[in-house]
């Protein structure tokens, strides 16, 4: 079954203990994005990465670090978290990132709820 | 640069009526249009794209929606509701030249059905 997959799904951390949220799809995709989701302001892009070793900053990047060394995997570091970084955060990926033309397709993640006491 | 508005952070439908979300765009780009929806507790679906062919699109479980350059508008529409429709509806944006790069979304619509 296609799929995006993301963990831990849920996650209750303090401030200052670094955290990653991995994902991986088992597309072949090469493009890959994470979003944060908050009430009242949609969804915002974090990073995202075209193919392995490219990424770039997507709207709201502070605080977060990404990295793509395999196709299938995308992880999410947060290596300071605040209060502010509370969430719920979702990856997605799709076969290009460039075209969106046809048939291709973003595919999301089931989401990781994130809360930094 | 791109952007999006919803009109309406909430819609209320009785079953079996028609469902209108409304959603504004601007781009300084020829645009790529699309809706979401996100069930409770997942992720977000693709319910239909404009990707500049036809102007009206059509999309899974019976939505479509009409790409109106004149009013920069991308309305999504559902002739009859069902309680199954009820969910949040997200309208993007992206330009023609950056696709899924650069999606930006607006703040969702909840839409809920009474029986």
């Known amino acids: 079954e296609a799929q995006v997959t993301q963990n831990p799904r849920y996650l209750i951390t303090v401030t200052g203990k670094k955290l990653t949220v991995t994902c991986s799809q088992n597309m072949n995709h090469e493009y890959m994005s994470w979003y944060r989701q908050d009430p009242g302001l949609g969804l915002r892009q974090i990073y995202y990465?075209?193919?392995?070793?490219?990424?770039d900053k997507g709207d709201v990047p502070e605080g977060y670090k990404v990295s793509r060394k395999e196709k299938r995997n995308f992880p999410l570091i947060l290596e300071s978290p605040s209060p502010n970084q509370t969430s719920l955060y979702f990856c997605a990926s799709s076969l290009s990132g460039q075209g969106a033309r046809g048939t291709d397709t973003q595919y999301f993640g089931p989401g990781t709820r994130l809360t930094v006491l | 640069a791109q952007s999006v508005t919803q009109l309406g952070s909430h819609v209320s439908v009785s079953e079996g009526a028609l469902v209108l979300l409304r959603c504004n765009y601007s781009s300084s780009v020829p645009p790529y249009l699309f809706w979401y929806v996100q069930y409770p507790n997942q992720g977000l679906q693709l319910l239909l794209k404009y990707t500049s062919a036809a102007t009206l699109v059509k999309g899974i479980n019976g939505f479509e929606a009409e790409f109106k350059k004149s009013e920069t508008s991308f309305h999504l529409t559902k002739p009859s509701a069902h309680m199954s429709d009820a969910a949040e509806y997200f309208c993007a944006v992206s330009g023609a030249n950056t696709g899924f790069q650069k999606l930006v979304f607006g703040t969702g619509t909840r839409l809920l059905v009474s029986p």
């Open positions: 990465s075209m193919n392995v070793e490219v990424t």
